[in-house]
């Protein structure tokens, strides 16, 4: 593994040794760190905001031993003065070990790992994917289902046009066995065709049987800075809104799941409900990224 561009670069057996090395990580913080990675520096490039990936990228990097330097408004970059990305990449691959990148467009990514001399980590490339949260969404999942051991049952929710987690996470549990992927979005924001597979189910309203039958609800905000039409999200954002009435339609055992940020998608009276697991999901972004870099340094 050099570069983590898509979810599709993943093999089952890559991921069982991400998510096994993520709990080993998970143990080394609370042993106190690690100096795995003394001596290394991680190039944080986010072109577009950003709080869970780019921090926990960076403590990641920093509970390793590790150092930071990071570009984070495109206002105060040379970009501004018409360099293109491409040599901005070239760049800090030589001031950097690996690079940590968001980017506004889909393919974007792909387009840095091309240039750069070190690994590239994609952070989100537009609309494009999220491939390492879909990683930690999968750390998520698997300690509270055995992911590929039962059935499982997965209901997407909300934008899941412009939402890139859920594309990267489709993907991914895909490659195991028993899991059944239900899309439920109004059709301007269902699930891009590239995305579904002949045996997901396509709603476009949250039925109750949804809601009673999943193992997992996976929650998205509408992605308002995506839309071209600021009349057609002020239509839909509120399509989905998970309040205490809705969640307690789901099994005490379900987990209720969401990359965040949320807007009020999720009422926060439902934070405290046991299905509530968004919170602890985003945490998980520090062991998996500390998993992920120390994996493409060769560590
Ligand atoms: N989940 C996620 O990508 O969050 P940020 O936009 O805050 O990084």
Redesign the pocket.
């Known amino acids: 593994m050099k570069h983590v561009l898509s979810a599709d670069q993943f093999t089952r057996s890559e991921l069982d040794g991400l998510m096994s090395r993520a709990s080993e990580m998970e143990q080394m913080i609370q042993a106190g760190g690690s100096d795995l990675c003394r001596g290394r520096i991680l190039g944080a490039l986010f072109y577009?905001?950003?709080?869970?990936?780019?921090?926990?990228f960076e403590a990641a990097m920093m509970r390793l031993g590790g150092s930071v330097i990071s570009e984070t408004d495109v206002t105060f970059s040379s970009q501004t003065k018409g360099e293109v990305m491409e040599d901005t990449i070239r760049i800090v691959g030589s001031y950097a070990d690996v690079i940590a990148l968001?980017t506004k467009e889909k393919g974007e990514a792909k387009l840095a790992a091309h240039y750069s001399p070190v690994p590239v980590l994609n952070?989100?490339d537009g609309s494009g994917e999220?491939p390492t949260?879909s990683l930690l969404d999968l750390y998520t999942i698997t300690k509270y289902h055995g992911v590929g051991q039962r059935p499982l049952k997965v209901a997407f929710v909300g934008d899941l046009k412009y939402g890139r987690?859920v594309h990267s996470l489709a993907k991914i549990l895909r490659l195991y066995d028993g899991v059944e992927l239900t899309f439920v979005a109004p059709d301007v924001i269902q699930m891009p065709e590239e995305y579904v597979a002949s045996d997901d189910r396509i709603l476009h309203t949250l039925e109750d049987s949804v809601l009673r039958e999943s193992d997992v609800i996976y929650d998205t905000r509408m992605q308002k800075e995506r839309f071209d039409d600021m009349e057609q999200y002020q239509q839909l954002r509120h399509a989905f809104v998970f309040t205490p009435e809705v969640v307690s339609k789901m099994q005490e055992e379900a987990i209720l799941m969401h990359?965040?940020?949320r807007v009020d998608e999720i009422r926060q009276s439902v934070d405290a409900l046991p299905q509530a697991k968004y919170f602890e999901q985003?945490s998980h972004?520090i062991p998996v990224r500390m998993a992920l870099i120390a994996e493409v340094l060769g560590l």
């Open positions: 577009e905001p950003s709080t869970r990936t780019r921090l926990s968001r952070g989100g999220h949260q987690t990359p965040l940020p985003a972004g």
